[in-house]
């Protein structure tokens, strides 16, 4: 098992630019979540996907955050435009929700490093 | 509302020591508990977790929890430290029945040789 693959894994960027990021989950699982990491603000939740449907996006910071799951094997998070407090570390976890109700663990990619200067 | 308090930020012990990390939870009914590590520049990767059950919780490299309700507390406890455990911990709590892991704010752990 590839485990949940993401790139880049490092992105630099100047603000203004679009940045694209990319997440494949654990092949059959059926939940997908963007995470960002910051110093100040510890882990935080962005947006969950269930069968590819946006379940929950309320912690996606603005408009300029954007998240699509196009197939089961395929998530995008982007950012357009970028500013420099978007630097962070993103993580993409996904996990295989077997009965709606329940809670399962969680598993993590190895994040994408952002800097946007 | 939930919440998670890992009160060590920086915690420092030889090789070879015994380690406790403290995880305390506010949630009124039983949560669901986990302990994750990162590595530097790696992701989070799945210590050991608690649903129900035993409150002794075996995990994955020697670790082990221990769920406390009376103290709503979740530690993290290893007998022997070794210098590949040096690394960030993370505490989550999680409502049962639904998907929005809380996490703590990490406890960075060096070890010394």
């Known amino acids: 098992d590839a485990g949940v693959i993401q790139s880049p894994r490092h992105e630099v960027t100047e603000m203004g630019q679009e940045v694209t990021l990319r997440c494949k989950p654990i092949?059959?699982?059926?939940?997908l979540f963007w995470y960002r990491q910051t110093m100040m603000r510890g882990l935080e939740l962005l947006i969950y996907f269930n069968n590819n449907v946006p379940i929950d996006d309320s912690g996606m910071p603005e408009d300029r955050f954007s998240a699509k799951m196009p197939n089961a094997s395929f998530s995008t998070l982007k950012i357009q435009p970028s500013e420099p407090r978007d630097s962070a570390v993103y993580f993409c976890?996904?996990?295989?929700?077997?009965?709606?109700?329940?809670?399962?663990?969680?598993?993590f990619g190895p994040g994408t490093r952002l800097t946007v200067l | 509302a939930q919440s998670v308090t890992q009160p060590d930020i920086h915690i420092t012990v030889s090789e070879g020591a015994s380690l406790e990390l403290r995880c305390n939870y506010s949630?009124?009914?039983?949560?669901?508990l986990f302990w994750y590590v990162q590595s530097p520049g790696q992701g989070l990767q799945l210590l050991l977790k608690y649903f129900s059950g035993d409150t002794l919780v075996q995990g994955i490299k020697g670790f082990e929890a221990e769920f406390k309700r009376s103290q709503s507390s979740f530690n993290l406890r290893k007998p022997s430290v070794h210098w590949s455990d040096a690394a960030e911990y993370f505490c989550a709590v999680v409502r049962s029945g639904t998907y929005k892991y809380i996490f703590g704010t990490g406890t960075r752990l060096k070890v010394l040789a």
């Open positions: 949630y009124g009914a039983t949560p669901y």
């Open positions: 976890a996904s996990t295989l929700k077997v009965v709606k109700y329940s809670t399962d663990t969680q598993y």
């Open positions: 092949s059959g699982h059926n939940s």
